[in-house]
């Protein structure tokens, strides 16, 4: 555990960070729609699909048949079941994949028009025979606008250097980002930059500028 300080709580402030957000992700694994539809994806397929993997879990490169089988697996999942989960897989990219004590663990991240969509992922769970168990998801499902951003990532930088007192972000890339106090999800300059006493993550609207 770690005691913030004052300035600590002056920096949450500041951000907005000491508000609790005000969306929860659903959890689709829980729902009684979403169990029916992976009892009968489970089902209809006789005998499973036999995957197991090695030590080193689905994320090893020497897995890489086994990684690509497990993520078809969920795949046609969600192919198949797209309309009642709402859910387009086509706007999911394999993240990580990670096998523990038997179950694999695949996490997809959101994409729209190939930018991330920040804090919106779906978590596929399945076991040795290739059955799925569970389906955890933060998806958003509205159509989002094109990334047009309105202002370059030289002065989407130069608004972070300026709050920082002179110290230049790095890695500016283009992401979706959700605001607990709207209800959009604004286009955003994300950056990394060390400075101030610490590391910190920045966000920059790529339309206004505001950090």
Known sequence: AVRPEDHHREDARRFGLDRPPEFSPAALGRSRKTLDAIERFNRGRIGGSGLRFGPQGVGDPAAGPARQAVEEVAKRFLREHRR??????????????????????????????????????????????????????????????RPVPGLSEIMAAQAVSADLGGVSPRDGVLVYLPLNQEPEIRLAWKFRASGAGGSWLYYVDAQTGRV
Do not use: C, M, W
């Open 84 to 145: 009642e989960l709402g859910i387009e897989p086509d706007r999911l990219r394999l993240r990580l994949g990670r096998t523990s004590k038997g179950i694999h663990h695949l996490l997809f991240e959101q994409l729209s028009d190939g930018v991330p969509v920040e804090f919106a992922s779906l978590k596929v769970h399945l076991d040795e025979s290739g059955e799925i168990v569970s389906l955890n998801s933060s998806y958003r499902a509205e159509r989002l606008p």
